[in-house]
């Protein structure tokens, strides 16, 4: 049967495949019931057990998949099975996937799945990917496609699966596709209609082992793009994945930059946004596309450049389908960011509080401490195999202090001895009560009026805290119980 796989679709009858679900979370379950309304015979598997699990395992069940949850379900062998169909957080060093690898079964992510089931009249996916901006990029790029009157919605590492979007009923017009390295991973055949890598920068390197393959992921998202492959300017790896790229004949490269846009770029004249690749006579001219005034939040403060520039790489993803250029600025005036991204937190004492706890790797933390001129920095959690020298060294003279917390925060402590030796350090430890409430207060402390307090660890959240979002929320309530105080 697996050598068969290639020639099946959406409308084709998947019966007398045998497909292995790894993992049952959102694109786990989504590839299971897909897999089971085709006709495969399905087996799910995933070690845990929890109560949202297990009402999903009890639909499927009812239709004739076998769901196995709890310790020990993932103790097999993929012999039998023609598919393995994993979830993006399992490894490939995964026994259960190395042994389908050693068998020559093919193992396929959720989003691959999705995209061999697209149909005969396959709606476009405009994808991005990078470290830093992916969900903020993906959801501008979903507001401006509304904008223009189509019928868009931002799938895939943002939350909504690919394949929940492609198997829909009444068709998008659109998809702005958000993947993350360990999607593109598991991914081969995708051939989007234009995809960009906003930056590279060491994440998960505990998950790809090194840079190199981490970068080689990443990069998976050129492979066979159409019309156009986008790529960040100041990020010179970016543009080297481009031109290393194979892509369709035709395809253009095309940069975004903080700075004046060449011809075939997007960029800033002065505070505007500027369209200099798809336009008639660009060699010349330009098309303004909104202003940075369109970026600035509800209370006025301006948006920080790393926002400038994931909505530059949005606008031409849009310009690239054939977005007008006023449906850019229509959508990113519109465009909310999602909560615990640089969220301003308003003032106690004259001192600004910044949740950015979807921070969660160096490059992302360096970012924001970029983005203000005196920082309080709250950093530490798990730091997934990262280094925090070359951001201490870049950020050392807006660091007017720095309180550390979570398990990994002596690799922040020891490259702040190294190369900002005069800042204050305080640690918070694990096992404080009311961990952020001592954290709040100490920052408190160290600040001076004028100055930020910045939330932005750098690391991800789970030895401490359900997940980034529940960090913020706790420094967010923090805050708010020190301007009661106050």
């Known amino acids: 049967m697996t050598s068969d796989l290639d020639s099946l679709g959406r409308d084709s009858s998947w019966e007398g495949v045998r497909a292995l679900v790894t993992g049952f979370g959102v694109s786990g379950f989504a590839a299971a019931d897909t897999l089971t309304h085709l006709g495969a015979a399905v087996v799910a598997v995933d070690e845990s057990e929890d ?23 993932t103790d097999l062998t993929a012999e039998g099975f023609d598919l393995v169909v994993t979830s993006p957080g399992w490894p490939p060093s995964n026994p259960v996937l190395m042994d389908a690898a050693s068998r020559s ?29 992916k969900t903020t990029t993906v959801q501008m790029l979903a507001e401006i496609l509304r904008a223009d009157g189509l019928n868009a919605i931002a799938v895939g590492n943002v939350g909504t699966p690919v394949l929940e979007a492609v198997m829909n009923p009444e068709p998008f017009d659109v998809l702005a596709v958000e993947l993350s390295s360990y999607q593109l991973h598991w991914s081969s055949s995708i051939s989007a209609e234009a995809s960009v890598v906003l930056n590279i920068a060491p994440d998960h ?24 492959c986008v790529y960040n300017v100041e990020d010179p790896t970016t543009e080297r994945l481009v031109e290393e790229a194979e892509v369709v004949e035709g395809c253009r490269a095309i940069g975004f930059t903080l700075g004046l846009p060449a011809p075939g770029m997007v960029g800033l004249v002065d505070d505007v946004l500027a369209d200099r690749a798809f336009v008639i006579g660009r060699i010349s001219s330009a098309v303004e596309l909104g202003t940075l005034n369109d970026l600035a939040s509800p209370s006025g403060v301006p948006a920080a450049p790393h926002t400038v520039a994931n909505a530059l790489a949005a606008a031409a993803l849009a310009r690239a389908h054939g977005v007008a250029p006023r449906a850019v600025r229509d959508g990113l005036r519109t465009f909310v960011p999602d909560a615990h991204r640089v969220a301003d937190l308003g003032e106690v004492n ?43 060294e870049a950020a050392k003279d807006q660091l007017r202090a720095v309180v550390l917390i979570g398990t990994d925060r002596e690799i922040i402590a020891d490259a702040l001895r190294r190369h900002a030796p005069d800042v204050p350090v ?20 160290l600040a001076h009026e004028g100055d930020t307090v910045l939330l932005a660890p750098g690391c991800a959240s789970w030895d401490q805290f359900r997940n980034y979002s529940a960090r913020g929320d706790a420094f967010a309530s923090a805050v708010e119980r020190l301007r009661d105080r106050s």
């Open 51 to 73: 109560e949202s699990l297990q009402e999903k395992a009890k639909l499927l069940r009812i239709l004739g998949a076998d769901v196995r949850l709890g310790t020990g379900s």
């Open 105 to 133: 079964i093919p193992v396929w992510g959720e989003v691959e799945l999705a995209w061999r089931l697209r149909g005969d009249n396959p709606v476009p996916w405009l994808a991005v990917t990078g470290t830093n901006g």
């Open 205 to 228: 390197l505990d998950w790809h082992g090194d840079l190199e393959s981490y970068t080689a992921d990443k990069a998976r998202i050129y492979n066979n793009a159409q019309l156009a």
């Open 350 to 392: 004259g001192v600004r509080y910044i949740d950015d706890s979807k921070a969660t790797n160096p490059h992302a933390a360096s970012a924001s401490l970029r983005s203000f001129d005196h920082n309080v920095w709250i950093a530490g959690g798990l730091a997934k195999g990262a280094g925090f020298d070359e951001l201490v």
């Open 426 to 445: 305080v640690e918070v430890e694990t096992g404080d009560t009311d961990l952020m409430d001592r954290v709040v207060e100490v920052a408190a402390s």
